[in-house]
């Protein structure tokens, strides 16, 4: 990993030197898009813990037959935006299916989204009328974990469609108080967006989790092998990746040389 001085040389955005909030959708493959989903929180948190990084889980969605549909974790420590920022976009799985009987491949894919974590957005008034909350029992997969109280919180945007949860905290005003924030952090990046001329859909500015759209592919069959479809970096030590070794991914696509 990079020295903190010279991430403060590459990294100059307004907001890269602060703390960062990364999801990760499941996209095109079903179930096995959904295990594929959690393979990468899984890697995340693994480079995050080996890297310095605080970390918590602020929310998961688990499928019905393994993975997850969608999780949100945010990540504290110096830079951790402007070093994350670059993970954004879709990631290609390709791979034997462990869900098919007769031992297909399978490709899937997944979306993750990077944003800054913003303290100024406490003044942001959102009206009553433009939000529905949902309260519900935070639970594991397969029902596992249920929790006696409804904790965890759901928002709605309803004007734009966005939607945010938070179950990571014990009582559900702390979970209100994060999903809160993390709304107004997603909506606050929409202006911004606007602002500088970027007049997208709110959710066409980022690809979908298909075909054609991937920054990052990893193939575990027919051959091994990790590709970054920008910086043209590829590595064969597909396993060591996915179990959290993605520095010098992350690194080439801030500016730093690596051997490809």
Same mark, same amino acid.
Request: aromatic share 8%; net charge positive; proline share 3%.
């Given at each position: ?17 602060? #703390? ?5 959708? $499941? #996209?095109a493959g079903g179930v096995d898009a959904q295990d594929w989903a959690k393979m990468l929180l899984r890697m995340y948190e693994r480079f995050m813990r ?5 970390? %918590? ?11 997850? %549909?969608?999780? =949100? ?5 110096? /830079? $951790? /935006?402007?070093? @994350? ?13 462990? /869900? ?6 399978? =490709? ?6 990077? @944003?800054?974590? @913003? ?11 433009? @939000? ?6 935070? =639970?594991?997969?397969?029902?596992? /974990? ?5 904790? $965890? ?34 909506? %606050? ?12 859909? !709110?959710?066409?500015?980022?690809p979908q989790a298909e075909w054609g759209s991937q920054i990052r592919s990893y193939v575990l069959h027919p051959y091994k092998m990790v590709k ?19 520095? %010098?991914?992350?690194?080439?696509? !801030?500016?730093?040389?690596?051997? =490809?």
């Amino acid at each position: 990993m990079i020295s903190l001085e010279q991430l403060k040389s590459k990294l100059q955005g307004k907001y890269d030197a602060k #703390g960062a909030i990364l999801s990760i959708y $499941a #996209g095109a493959g079903g179930v096995d898009a959904q295990d594929w989903a959690k393979m990468l929180l899984r890697m995340y948190e693994r480079f995050m813990r080996e890297h310095g990084f605080g970390f %918590k889980v602020l929310s998961q969605s688990f499928g019905a037959e393994g993975g997850i %549909k969608s999780a =949100t974790l945010e990540a504290r420590g110096p /830079y $951790a /935006y402007g070093y @994350l920022k670059g993970e954004k976009g879709v990631h290609r799985l390709v791979r034997i299916s462990p /869900y098919s009987q007769k031992k297909l491949r399978h =490709t899937s894919f997944a979306l993750v989204e990077v @944003l800054p974590v @913003l303290e100024d957005v406490g003044e942001m008034k959102i009206k009553p009328e433009d @939000l529905r909350i949902d309260t519900f029992r935070a =639970t594991g997969p397969g029902g596992q /974990y249920v929790n006696k109280t409804e904790s $965890a919180v759901r928002f709605t945007h309803l004007p734009t469609g966005i939607v945010v949860s938070c179950q990571a905290e014990r009582s559900q005003a702390q979970n209100r108080e994060r999903a809160m924030k993390l709304l107004k952090t997603k909506l %606050k990046e929409i202006a911004l967006r606007e602002k500088t001329d970027q007049r997208l859909a !709110i959710r066409g500015k980022l690809p979908q989790a298909e075909w054609g759209s991937q920054i990052r592919s990893y193939v575990l069959h027919p051959y091994k092998m990790v590709k970054d479809h920008r910086t043209g970096l590829k590595s064969a030590e597909v396993e060591k990746v996915l179990d959290g070794k993605i520095e %010098k991914f992350i690194e080439a696509e !801030i500016g730093l040389t690596h051997e =490809t």
